[in-house]
């Protein structure tokens, strides 16, 4: 493979791994706002922001965490006949069928950007009676869809090398 291709490669799996390793700490928070509403609920008044939050970092876990799901292989896959494959008719499955993923990922990233900057033109709050504004969790999932397309090219990438029969 080209040097640009192999550099491509290497720096868009280390900045999702690193992203996502952090990402996976996200849990705990959302178990401490969790935590946090029962105890209100239990001991003072309730918080009005507990269950919003928690759906933010849940939202922001989920689509950060996912390039780095994405280059450690366990996201969802139909193993029906795949998992009886060799590494090549892997490869060339794969090659194919991560088109559909770009696909699909380029949709939400145009749709994402498109509902953000209506956000942060209009100052688009929640309806609730805590009113977060929504652009923050909006540009979070701007930036996670922008990163899974980048994932997404590497690992093709990284299927063209398996089919090649090279190291990436």
Excluded: H
Aim: charged share 15%; glycine share 8%.
């Amino acid at each position: 493979m080209p040097r640009i291709i192999a550099g491509y490669v290497r720096v868009v799996d280390a900045v999702n791994y690193r992203i996502g390793r952090t990402v996976m700490y996200g849990v705990f928070v959302m178990v401490a706002i969790l935590l946090w509403s029962s105890i209100s609920k239990t001991f003072f008044m309730p918080s009005l922001w507990t269950l919003e939050a928690a759906q933010f970092a849940m939202v922001a876990y989920y689509v950060l965490g996912g390039p780095y799901s994405i280059q450690m292989g366990s996201n969802v896959r139909m193993d029906l006949f795949y998992g009886e494959w060799s590494d090549r008719r892997k490869a060339w499955f794969d090659a194919f069928t991560i088109f559909f993923l770009i696909f699909y990922l380029g949709v939400l990233l145009y749709g994402a950007i498109d509902s953000t900057s209506y956000s942060l033109e209009y100052g688009e709050r929640t309806r609730t009676a805590w009113r977060p504004y929504l652009w923050p969790i909006k540009v979070a999932m701007c930036v996670g869809f922008f990163l899974m397309l980048l994932q997404a090219f590497s690992e093709f990438f990284k299927d063209i090398a398996r089919i090649r029969g090279e190291a990436l």
